[in-house]
């Protein structure tokens, strides 16, 4: 299946940081899709993009569509404890809706 | 509350058993994909169903089946189950018209089996 390779695997921040992470695949993919993950719980969806150069905002998370179609990116502005949990990015190669997932950053924040 | 529906949330059971999974999708979702999460693992996608058929298949092995009903329920059954079986099992649906702009994934809060 297809590979999505996202990092940093997992970050360290404080509290009032801004974050970055990433997701790169090896293939064009035209959606992207970021959820993020609570110990337990099932994947809530943040962010959706469709189009190559999409930048599109949910409160203090900002994420990217790459221009390639090759990576999407997700900011986190002004980080609080409650950000904690796991980020997935996830993408579909083609609209028949089968998405990959990444592996995951686990962001942990410091008050 | 992502209005998909997952049965039961937590299930114990021992080695060489056989299990069923249940979930309802969000209304008016006609795709459903069931995905696997083992200890600290990512999502491993397992299959797909569309409107009733099979769509799309993943890493599943050949002891799970699943299945979409008229209702568009599904099932995921997992037979001669293995300790290494034990995980989480998501259920999430879309509108998966196929069309660009409408895939979006609503997840369930999943089914944690333990296999003994």
């Known amino acids: 299946g297809q590979q999505l390779n996202q990092s940093p695997q997992s970050m360290f921040i404080q509290e009032g940081e801004d974050v970055s992470m990433n997701c790169t695949s090896s293939?064009?993919?035209?959606?992207w899709l970021w959820y993020k993950q609570d110990p337990g719980e099932g994947p809530v969806l943040l962010i959706a993009?469709?189009?190559?150069?999409e930048l599109t905002s949910n409160g203090r998370l900002t994420a990217q569509f790459g221009i390639t179609r090759k990576d999407s990116f997700l900011n986190i502005s002004a980080s609080i404890p409650s950000d904690v949990g796991i980020y997935f990015c996830?993408?579909?190669?083609?609209?028949?809706?089968?998405?990959?997932f990444g592996t995951g950053t686990s962001l942990t924040v410091i008050p | 509350d992502s209005g998909v529906t997952q049965t039961p949330k937590h299930l114990i059971t021992a080695t060489g058993q056989r299990v069923t999974l249940r979930c309802s999708p969000r209304?008016?979702?006609?795709?459903v994909y069931w995905y696997q999460q083992s200890l600290d693992q990512g999502l491993q996608f397992l299959i797909q169903?569309?409107?009733?058929?099979?769509?799309a298949k993943g890493n599943i092995l050949e002891r799970f089946s699943a299945q979409q009903f008229p209702d568009l329920h599904s099932e995921l059954n997992l037979s001669s189950l293995e300790l290494g079986d034990s995980a989480l099992y998501f259920c999430?649906?879309?509108?998966?018209?196929?069309?660009?702009?409408?895939?979006?994934?609503?997840f369930g809060e999943g089914s944690r089996l333990t296999v003994l």
């Open positions: 293939s064009i993919f035209n959606t």
């Open positions: 996830a993408g579909d190669p083609n609209t028949g809706n089968q998405f990959y």
């Open positions: 169903y569309y409107n009733g058929e099979e769509r």
């Open positions: 993009l469709y189009k190559a150069g």
């Open positions: 999430a649906s879309s509108v998966a018209t196929g069309r660009a702009g409408t895939g979006e994934l609503f």
């Open positions: 209304s008016g979702d006609l795709s």
